[in-house]
Nanobody, 112 residues
Framework: QVQLVESGGGLVQPGGSLRLSCVASGFTFSNYGMSWYRQPPGKERELVAIIGSAGTTTHYTDSVKGRFTISRDNSRNTVFLQMNSLQPEDTAVYYC?????WGQGTQVTVSS
């Protein structure tokens, strides 16, 4: 069965960085695009970034462009989200998504 396991969240000060990882299993990872979504407290889930199967095509929501980078390592069935210059408004639960499968989420809190 499909499994998506995120890690790397935590508490960071404004301006700091975090790197999220998502290890996937149960499907042929290298054949499919992957996404990161987030859900801020009290708000709906929103798309953060998408990456194509080969890792050469990416898309970001406007609010994270220039600060976040999505990447993947198909040899390790892993997708990453490098988050730099974090701001309090980036506080959310971050989810790794494949089609309609969602990971359990990892909490990112940006606060001084």
């Amino acid at each position: 069965q499909v499994q998506l396991v995120e890690s790397g969240g935590g508490l960071v000060q404004p301006g700091g960085s975090l790197r999220l990882s998502c290890v996937a299993s149960g499907f042929t990872f290298s054949n499919y695009g992957m996404s990161w979504y987030r859900q801020p407290p009290g708000k709906e889930r929103e798309l953060v970034a998408i990456i194509g199967s080969a890792g050469t095509t990416t898309h970001y929501t406007d609010s994270v462009k220039g600060r976040f980078t999505i990447s993947r390592d198909n040899s390790r069935n892993t997708v990453f989200l490098q988050m730099n210059s974090l701001q309090p408004e980036d506080t959310a639960v971050y989810y790794c998504v494949y089609r309609n499968y969602w990971g359990q989420g990892t909490q990112v809190t940006v606060s001084s």
